[in-house]
């Protein structure tokens, strides 16, 4: 990113905030002296040389790039004017219209990083308004690398979209694992021995997708066709419905985000 805009991030205190935080500072987007961030109660104590507040609009003041950080359910009350600013939301279901109508902006952003974030390991798309120029892009596309990967999509149904599925970060493979271990620990596997096992499974997994770029279809049809023990359980998961299971549950997903970015 050419310039070195400052950028603040409102939230910055938060899990989310702070893990982006972290990482455009590992990368060398900001120096800390051109970070602001914004907490509700009790000051953190990091990011040393950065500009810490509770005064949202002093921070969009300093800043160039204003990251809205904070709950949807929080967000109505922020009375902050960023006229002039990129504005880059990272909450679930806020319309980009919604938020240049409230911030007084035309460019604004609606993007969804995932927890993952803290590891560097976020997926995160995004759209931007009309208003957003290719300098806005580079910024936005900067910021997210740095948290891992991101995608610029299509429309802000892809966004609502993906709120459920990426967006939910580790939620999923988490509900997976948690599944495994209660029947590993009930058919009598040691507590710690299933939850070091499960991690095994779902860690290297993902890094061999991301080293090999495989379809994840075509890995599941290698061990089908295999008809050893993978291709038993996978043909009596799927006959118990975990296809229409996660299709549903990213369909619930997908309706809840719609409804959060309703006004109230």
Request: charge should be negative; aromatic fraction near 6%.
């Amino acid at each position: 990113m050419s310039g070195s805009p400052r950028i603040g991030i409102i939230g910055g205190g938060g899990s989310l905030g702070g893990a982006i935080a972290a990482s455009i500072l590992d990368a060398g987007l900001v120096g800390p002296h051109d970070l602001s961030l914004s907490y509700r109660r009790e000051r953190p104590h990091r990011f040393a040389g950065a500009f810490w507040t509770t005064d949202n609009q002093l921070l969009a003041d300093r800043s160039d790039v204003v990251i809205v950080s904070v709950r949807p359910a929080d967000w109505p009350p922020l009375e902050v004017n960023a006229a002039g600013k990129l504005v880059v939301s990272v909450m679930a279901g806020i319309r980009l219209s919604r938020l240049a109508e409230h911030h007084n902006t035309d460019r604004v952003v609606r993007s969804l990083p995932n927890a993952a974030a803290e590891v560097r390991k976020s997926y995160t798309p995004w759209i931007g308004s009309e208003a957003v120029d290719e300098k806005d892009r580079s910024a936005v596309r900067a910021i997210f690398n740095a948290c891992g990967g991101e995608d610029e999509v299509a429309s802000e149904n892809d966004i609502d979209y993906l709120t459920g599925l990426s967006g939910s970060g580790p939620a999923f493979p988490a509900l997976l694992a948690d599944a495994m271990m209660r029947d590993a620990v009930a058919r009598g596997i040691n507590p710690d021995v299933a939850r070091r096992a499960v991690t095994a499974v779902l860690v290297g997994s993902g890094r061999l997708f991301e080293k090999n770029g495989e379809c994840p279809a075509d890995t599941v049809e290698a061990f089908v066709s295999y008809r050893g023990t993978t291709a038993a359980a996978i043909e009596a998961m799927r006959a118990g419905g975990f296809d229409g299971a996660v299709r549903d549950g990213l369909a619930a997903a997908f309706r809840k985000s719609l409804k959060m970015g309703e006004p109230a």
